[in-house]
């Protein structure tokens, strides 16, 4: 999911191992040279050996937080099915009107033992606890630079399109949908709560080689990542699992039914 690369120089210090190529990409090749540079990675050569992977696009095939106006990739989409494209919105919604009623159609005609909803940003509503400032900083990047309580670049900032897309998972009372997320580089289980009670499942994949809260901070693993994630789960009781570190990709395996 979302964030596959990145397509600044993520080693401007010039302290880990050099990017290929060492500028931002620009040119098609540049992008190539870049893929071709994290196939030599043991963990995704693996990754891609052992299991079909669907390409997604990501503001980072153009630019950083690049909208749809000149992100080349909305305009070039393959889908099994008919799908509307993304318009202008000014209701603060992340779908638009027919995309959404697209999406809602096919959740209720499934009749898959499980709805698997490939997902850019998080779903799941989050609070940002108050922290410490490096440590509020550290989450902030981590968040796409949101240092407030709700980070608005995910679907905290389109509230009202997630409400009717849990209002129409809710009545259908299966246990069956799940939502695979990127976006922020970190592991996250979470519950998709509507009026108090879980309708939908998220998890959220961690980064192959974007800084995580230890990069961030300058500090070893497993240390001052465990004072934030307590305080996410303190506030966020719907969050199950936080873990700021790690990096590799993630896999998910759903049991033959929703029941186990």
């Not at 998220?202 to 934030?228: A, H, M, Y």
Request: charged content about 25%.
């Amino acid at each position: 999911m979302g964030d596959y690369l990145d397509e600044g120089n993520p080693n401007p210090a010039g302290d880990l191992r050099p990017s290929v190529p060492s500028h931002e990409l620009i040119t098609l090749s540049d992008y190539r040279r870049r893929h071709a540079m994290y196939k030599t990675d043991e963990h995704p050569r693996r990754l891609h050996a052992r299991h079909p992977v669907v390409a997604t696009w990501d503001d980072h095939e153009a630019a950083d937080n690049a909208s749809p106006s000149h992100d080349p990739g909305t305009e070039v989409r393959s889908y099994r099915t008919r799908q509307p494209g993304p318009v202008a919105d000014p209701a603060g919604t992340i779908l638009g009107a027919d995309q959404r009623q697209w999406f809602l159609d096919g959740l209720a005609r499934g009749t898959a033992s499980w709805n698997v909803v490939g997902n850019s940003v998080m779903v799941t509503p989050i609070k940002v606890p108050a922290l410490p400032t490096r440590e509020k900083l550290a989450l902030a990047d981590l968040l796409d630079g949101q240092p407030t309580t709700a980070n608005t670049d995910q679907w905290d900032g389109c509230t009202a399109d997630r409400r009717r897309v849990l209002d129409a998972i809710a009545p259908q009372g299966r246990g069956n949908t799940v939502f695979l997320t990127g976006d922020v580089p970190s592991s996250w289980a979470n519950d998709g709560p509507r009026d108090g009670t879980s309708v939908a499942v998220e998890f959220v994949c961690p980064s192959v080689p974007s800084d995580n809260i230890d990069e961030q901070l300058g500090v070893p693993p497993r240390t001052g990542s465990l004072e934030v994630e307590a305080a996410i789960r303190a506030l966020n009781p719907h969050v199950r699992f936080v873990e700021l570190d790690s990096h590799a990709p993630a896999s998910s395996k759903c049991p033959r039914t929703p029941s186990g």
